[in-house]
Each structure stands twice: as structure tokens, then as C-alpha cells.
């Protein structure tokens, strides 16, 4: 097997508090190769959000080692964290973080302009991607103008401007009803299936039966790392 | 890169139009107050610059001085104590370039139905070189006009107007205290002199006409003001002294007697109404570059709200890779922005102002492409300096603290 583009040992996370530390993640340890689909999963206030943040080099851990791509990112400089997040990492949040002040190809194109890419590239490229994302007719629009679903696949098609090798999804589809859920879910599928590595937070059973590999958080630790195939059930039978 | 940046910060600015207004209104008045305030300073500077040029170069005026008549001192020029002589012997003094001995009064003058009351110069041909005056017209009467007492005269552009209108006055007759002159020349115009007097309410006449035929004499070859002229700025010094010397041991003055005459240096006195008008504009800049100051204090205090209130979009573009320069450049090329857009309105508000205040109140306003520059380039500035804190505190944010941010 090739070398995994992620791998966390004995990673924990405080959050300073006026009581003091609260650790929030508490040893964690994961490995995951590259052209994987997992699904992190588990309750609410269990830590996942605050693992993603620290994959997708947004946060930083308090203490453990996080080697992405072969390099432990704690040896970064901000300008290499920031060429990471534009080039090898697509991070899709729960509230699709759109710029509101921009028009839909404008924000398709932002991760570009921060590459240095020229004007006539940048806009050919958003435009690829706004027709794979179904709102090839809109390019003017402003994200206020269109519904959430449409918001979250304008938020994928900007994680993918930079063809990322890696797309963080943090509850892409929890601000979803369950039909535009399913749509989303299925662009993830075929965006695997292209050879991009996925990690995707979700609480809800049938969205990480997409995923190959599911794991489980509960109070700060991993308590389940499996293939999905045997996911389902245990998960039905946790939650009953 | 750039474009798209500035179109960002285009963006920005026309998102929040009243506020983005509002601070550049600091700058517009900054900016317009600089330019005003200094188009009226130079203005001034370059009226009294023009005084001094027209005044004639390194000058004295020696006055007869005071006579004590019967215990009530009379005002300086009325003792009988300065001679054309006097003259004479300065003329040979080293360091001394030219000398016109001057009398003067005022008179009526009459041209055909028009009449008109004038200051009359008595003098010599060399007053003109002196003064640095040049004839607009026809030529300067001699020394043998002199020596003839010649009724002749030549007259300045005021009394032009007053007596002729639209008829060339050389070679025409006027009679000056009823005594006929004819006109020879008629002189460049000068304007105003530094105390505020046209100088080119005037008529120029010989010296011994003047003495003979207009005002007399109280003695023969007595003259109230003597011109002299120094050959350069570095020779006025020992001119003065020997003017003195020579003056005193001419009018037989013992040691301890005041001097009976004045000697006063006109260069040295326009010059420091010249300082005068230059520390005046300096302080009129420094007051206007106060609300540059104010301006720019206004830019930081909007761009640091606006920093706050855009702190999750600063999170998002962190997120999708902005490094710290990225962030940084977009905040301070709005701040720049900002200040240069109000310095443009400022400049056109400061140019109108200073058109303004001359088509009002004619005085004089210069606006030198110096000052336009300096004003610009002091915006750009202060768009950077009070921009850098701002940009800096964006540019400095966490990603994730940015993103959480409500
Ligand atoms: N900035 C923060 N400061 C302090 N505590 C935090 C902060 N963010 C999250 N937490 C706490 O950390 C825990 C984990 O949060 P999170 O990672 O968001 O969990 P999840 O995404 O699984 O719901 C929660 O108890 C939450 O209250
Ligand atoms: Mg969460």
C-alpha cells in the first residue's frame, strides 16, 4: 500500500477556558490513504469539527503529530499552511461560507486568485465547474439569490477549483433537506471515484453508508474505525 | 493578482457607500484645506516676491533727517541738510553702484477736461536704473534735460488711464500745477509696492524742474531723499557705513551730534516682509496638514470596524488559501484607495476654492504642480501609515477564530 496522506498520532486538543484546559480531543490516532471515502461520525460536541478543523490546518493541535502528504504540518510556516489550504486541501463547511458580496463565478474563482492564476483562466476554470455542479446557467447570481443546496454546491465546485487531492467536508448536507442531501452526497461519490481522497462529517447513518470506511468519535477518542460495510448495523444498534 | 484585488477593494468600498463617504470626507477636507491654504500662501509669497523684483535691488533711501526747531522735531525729510551734492559724493563711495537724488509732492494734473491728483518725482535719468524701471513708451528725458530744467515728464500707467483713456499720451502736453509739461514717455506698470501703494500713480519729471517750476526748494540743490543703490547684496553693509561716515563729516557733524539724516536699507526691509509671508504660508500649511492628520485618523477608525465586521470573511479566504500578505494587500490597498479617491475630490475642491478666493477677493493664488504632488503623495501616505495597523490586525487573524466569528 502507498504511504498515507494522513496520519495523526496522539493527537489532543485543549480549548482554553476560563475554567482552564478543557481537552476536547484526547489521543487520537488515525491513518488514512490516499483515494479513501470515510465518514466521521458521532455526537454532537464529541470533537469531530475540531478534528477537521486541525486536518484541514485551520487549527492547531496542542499536542500530537499530524503528517499530511508526508510532511507533519507542525513544521509549517503560515505561507506553506496557506498554499496547502489553497492547492492540496477543499474544505466545504456546514454554512457553506460563501462570499456574500461576490457573484457565483467570482466565488468559484477565489481560491485562484490566491494561486496567482490569471483573469481568462481563472474564469474558464469556475465555469467548468459551476456547468459540473448543475448551476451552469447562473454565473452572475448572487449566492443570497439561490437555495442552500444550490449555496453548498457552489462551496464544492470552489473546494475542487484547485483540483485538491483532499476535500474536508464538515456536515456538508446538515443545513440540507434530505433529497438535495442525496444529490450532494452522489457528487462526492463520483469525485471519489475520480481518485480525490474524502473525509466527510455527518450524523446521519444513510449519508455515511456512501462512504467506504466509517469512524466513530465519542467524548474526544475514536471508539470506531471499520469499512461501512459492517457500519450500519452497529451504528443502528448504538443509537436504538 | 492586482486586478482582481482592486476590483475587490472597488467592491468594498461600494458596499458600504455613505460610510466609505463619510471617510473620505476627512480626506476631501484634508486635502482641500492643504491645497487652499497653500495656493493662497504662495499666492501671497509671489506678490511679494514681485514687490521686491519691481522695488529695484539692493536699495537704501537716504532722508534728510529731523530738524529740532524751536524744540518741536520735525518729521524726517524736512531739514534742508541732504544736497545733490551729497549725491554726488556717494556716487564715488566703493560699493555704491548709482545714486538719484529725489524731490517729491504731490500735485493736480491736468489733460484737456480731464484732471487728476498724482504723486510728482523729481529726479535724475539714473532713478529709473535704480528703481529697475523700465518705459513702456517714447524715452527717459537726460542730464542735459537736467541742467535746462526741460518741462517734460514722463508718467505712469494710473495716470494714463486718467487723464488719456484711449489717446497716446507721448509727445501730448499736460500741465501739472498749471505749468505745461510734455509727456515723453509713459512708464512700465509696477502695481503695487509692498506697503500696499500703486506706484504707478506717479509722474517723473527733472529734479530742477521739479525744484524750479513745481514745488521750490528752501535751498538751492536741497533734495528730501536721496536713492542709492549698492553694487551687491555683500557690499550693503560697507556702503551703509561709508554713506555715513561720508555724510557725517560733509554736513560737519562733530562726535557725539546725532547723525542729521537716515539711512534706511529697503532690501533688508522687504526681505523680512518676505520671511513674513513665507513663516505665515508654512503656518497656514502646518494648520491644514492638522486635518490631514484628523483624515487620516478617520480612515484607520473605519478601516478597523470594517476589519471587525468582515472577520469571517477574512476567515473564509484564509481558509481557501489568502496568506497574510493576501489579506494584508486587500486591506491597505482599500485604505488607499479610500484616501487617494478623497485626495482627487480634495485637490478639485482645493483648485476651485483657490480660484475662488482670487475671483473673490483678487488676491493672488498659486497653484504649483509641487504642492498637488506633495499633497498627493502625502495621501498615499497616509492611506498606507493609517491603513498598515488595520491591515496588519487582519492579516494577523486565526483562521479559525475568524471563521467562528458571529
Ligand atoms: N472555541 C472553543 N472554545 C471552547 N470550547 C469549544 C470551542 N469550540 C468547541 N468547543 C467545545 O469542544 C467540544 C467539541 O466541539 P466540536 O469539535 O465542535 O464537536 P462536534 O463537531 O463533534 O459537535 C464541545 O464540547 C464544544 O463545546
Ligand atoms: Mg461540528
Not at chain 1, 28 to 46: D, L, Q, T
Not at chain 2, 188 to 205: A, C, F, H, N, Y
Request: net charge neutral; hydrophobic share 45%.
Amino acid at each position: 500500500m502507498s504511504s498515507p496522506i494522513i496520519r495523526v498520532t496522539d493527537l489532543c486538543k485543549d480549548y482554553e477556558t476560563a475554567l482552564g484546559p478543557f481537552p476536547v480531543l484526547k489521543n487520537v490516532n488515525v491513518s488514512i490513504s490516499a483515494g479513501e471515502y470515510v465518514a466521521i461520525m458521532g455526537p454532537s460536541g464529541s470533537g469531530k469539527s475540531t478534528f477537521m478543523n486541525i486536518l484541514g490546518c485551520l487549527d492547531k493541535p496542542t499536542s500530537g503529530e499530524y503528517v499530511l502528504d508526508c510532511h507533519p504540518v507542525a513544521e509549517l510556516d503560515s505561507n506553506q499552511l496557506a498554499q496547502i489550504r489553497n492547492q492540496t486541501i477543499g474544505f466545504v463547511f456546514q454554512g457553506f461560507n460563501l462570499l456574500t458580496r461576490s457573484n457565483l463565478l467570482d466565488n468559484i474563482a477565489l481560491p485562484l486568485v490566491y494561486a496567482g492564476t490569471d483573469k481568462k483562466v481563472r474564469h474558464e476554470r469556475a465555469r467548468v465547474l459551476l456547468e459540473k455542479v448543475g448551476l451552469g446557467k447562473y454565473p452572475a447570481s448572487m449566492p443570497n439569490q439561490i437555495s442552500g443546496g444550490q449555496q453548498q454546491r457552489i462551496a464544492i465546485a470552489r473546494a475542487l477549483i484547485n483540483r485538491p487531492r483532499l476535500i474536508l467536508a464538515d456536515e456538508p448536507t446538515g443545513n440540507l433537506d434530505s433529497k438535495t442531501s442525496e444529490d450532494i452526497m452522489r457528487l462526492f461519490a463520483e469525485l471519489n471515484e475520480e481518485g480525490i481522497t474524502i473525509i466527510i462529517v455527518t450524523h446521519e447513518a444513510d449519508i455515511a453508508s456512501h462512504a467506504r470506511r466509517q469512524v466513530r468519535f465519542l467524548d474526544g477518542r475514536i471508539v470506531h474505525d471499520a469499512p461501512a460495510t459492517e457500519a450500519p448495523s452497529r451504528a443502528e444498534a448504538e443509537t436504538a | 493578482m492586482f486586478g482582481a484585488m482592486l476590483g475587490e477593494a472597488w467592491h468594498a468600498m461600494g458596499a458600504n457607500r455613505l460610510r466609505t463617504f463619510l471617510t473620505m470626507l476627512g480626506m476631501i477636507i484634508g486635502v482641500s484645506a492643504v491645497v487652499l491654504m497653500m495656493a493662497i500662501g504662495q499666492g501671497a509669497q509671489e506678490s511679494v516676491k514681485q514687490s521686491i523684483n519691481a522695488m529695484g535691488s539692493n536699495l537704501f533711501i537716504v532722508l534728510a533727517g529731523s530738524r529740532t526747531a524751536s524744540g518741536a522735531r520735525l518729521g524726517g525729510g524736512n531739514a534742508a541738510s541732504l544736497t545733490v551734492q551729497d549725491g554726488e559724493a556717494i556716487t564715488m563711495l566703493e560699493g555704491v553702484k548709482a545714486v538719484a537724488p529725489v524731490s517729491f509732492g504731490n500735485a493736480q494734473v491736468i489733460f484737456g477736461a480731464n484732471n487728476w491728483a498724482t504723486s510728482i518725482i523729481g529726479t535724475t535719468p539714473d532713478y529709473l536704473d535704480v528703481r529697475a524701471w523700465s518705459l513702456k513708451d517714447g524715452y527717459s528725458f537726460s542730464d542735459s534735460d537736467i541742467r535746462s530744467a526741460t518741462r517734460v515728464a514722463l508718467i505712469g500707467r494710473t495716470v494714463v488711464d486718467n487723464l488719456f483713456g484711449d489717446t497716446d499720451p507721448v509727445g501730448k502736453t499736460i500741465r501739472i500745477k498749471q505749468a505745461p509739461f510734455v509727456v515723453l514717455g509713459v512708464l512700465e506698470s509696477k502695481g503695487q509696492s509692498l506697503d500696499g501703494r500703486d506706484q504707478d500713480d506717479t509722474i517723473i519729471v527733472p529734479l530742477t524742474s521739479a525744484q524750479r517750476k513745481l514745488f521750490g526748494a528752501q535751498f538751492p540743490d536741497s533734495v528730501r531723499m536721496l536713492m542709492v543703490q549698492g553694487e551687491s547684496p555683500e557690499a550693503m553693509a560697507m556702503a551703509e557705513n561709508g554713506m555715513t561716515s561720508l555724510l557725517r563729516q560733509r554736513h560737519k557733524l562733530r562726535d557725539g551730534d546725532e547723525d542729521d539724516f537716515f539711512i534706511r536699507n529697503l532690501t533688508a526691509a522687504a526681505e523680512s516682509a518676505a520671511e513674513t509671508t513665507r513663516t505665515m504660508s508654512l503656518l497656514l500649511g502646518a494648520i491644514a496638514s492638522v486635518s490631514l492628520l484628523v483624515g487620516g485618523i478617520g480612515i484607520m477608525n473605519i478601516m478597523l470596524v470594517s476589519v471587525t465586521e468582515r472577520t469571517r470573511e477574512i476567515g473564509i479566504r484564509m481558509a481557501i488559501g489568502a496568506r497574510e500578505r493576501d489579506i494584508m494587500q486587500q486591506f491597505l490597498l482599500e485604505a488607499i484607495m479610500i484616501s487617494v479617491a478623497g485626495c482627487l475630490i480634495g485637490l478639485l475642491l482645493g483648485i476651485g476654492g483657490a480660484l475662488l478666493v482670487n475671483l473673490l477677493t483678487g488676491a493672488a493664488v498659486v497653484i504649483s504642480s509641487n504642492a498637488v504632488a506633495t499633497a498627493f503623495a502625502v495621501a498615499a501616505a497616509v492611506g498606507i501609515f493609517f491603513g498598515f495597523y488595520p491591515a496588519r490586525k487582519a492579516a494577523r487573524m486565526n483562521p479559525i477564530e475568524a471563521l467562528r466569528y458571529q
